[in-house]
């Protein structure tokens, strides 16, 4: 089975999309601090495709949910938290308490929220919906400004700038 890249620009920096025939074996940004990724080829893989255009109608306003096979690699846990993470929908969040509440492992939220962390499918498996049970934005591997970010570009309640 033949494994392709592709890098694609979004406003939050260069993502990176991966998988085979089969379907998608990651999706993420870099960090330009540590990554030291090629310069993103001029063609993107057929197989790749579908995910470069879901997310750049995403990032336009234009896409709310992704329709694209995703091969999860984690454990059973790990993978019943990100398909958890899947009902989440567009413009909302949830605590990490709720996700643990919803899955039946309350006495489990750290690794809840580990596995969460552990999520290989940026913005597509929407991990930045999850937020801290007094409302604060914590962990994301992104950084917690792209998940800021991400959040706004969601909201129904999208304000306009008064500062330019």
């Not at 025939?21 to 940004?29: H, S």
């Not at 999520?119 to 604060?136: E, M």
């Amino acid at each position: 089975m033949e494994l392709y890249e592709a890098y694609i620009e979004t406003p939050l920096g260069v993502t990176r999309i991966a998988g085979s025939e089969t379907g998608l074996t990651a999706v993420y940004i870099l960090d330009p601090a540590s990554d030291t990724a090629a310069t993103p080829p001029d063609e993107i893989a057929g197989v790749l495709q579908p995910a470069a255009d879901q997310l750049r109608e995403y990032f336009a306003g234009k896409r709310r949910e992704f329709d694209l096979s995703l091969q999860f690699q984690g454990s059973t846990f790990q993978q019943s938290v990100w398909r958890e993470l899947l009902t989440i929908p567009y413009g909302r969040t949830i605590t990490y308490t709720d996700l643990a509440r919803r899955l039946g492992y309350m006495k489990a939220l750290r690794a809840v929220a580990a596995a969460n962390g552990q999520n290989r499918f940026w913005i597509v498996v929407p991990c930045h919906r999850v937020i801290g049970r007094d409302g604060s934005l914590v962990g994301y591997a992104g950084g917690l400004w792209r998940k800021k970010w991400l959040l706004e570009h969601e909201s129904p309640y999208r304000q306009q700038s008064l500062f330019g």
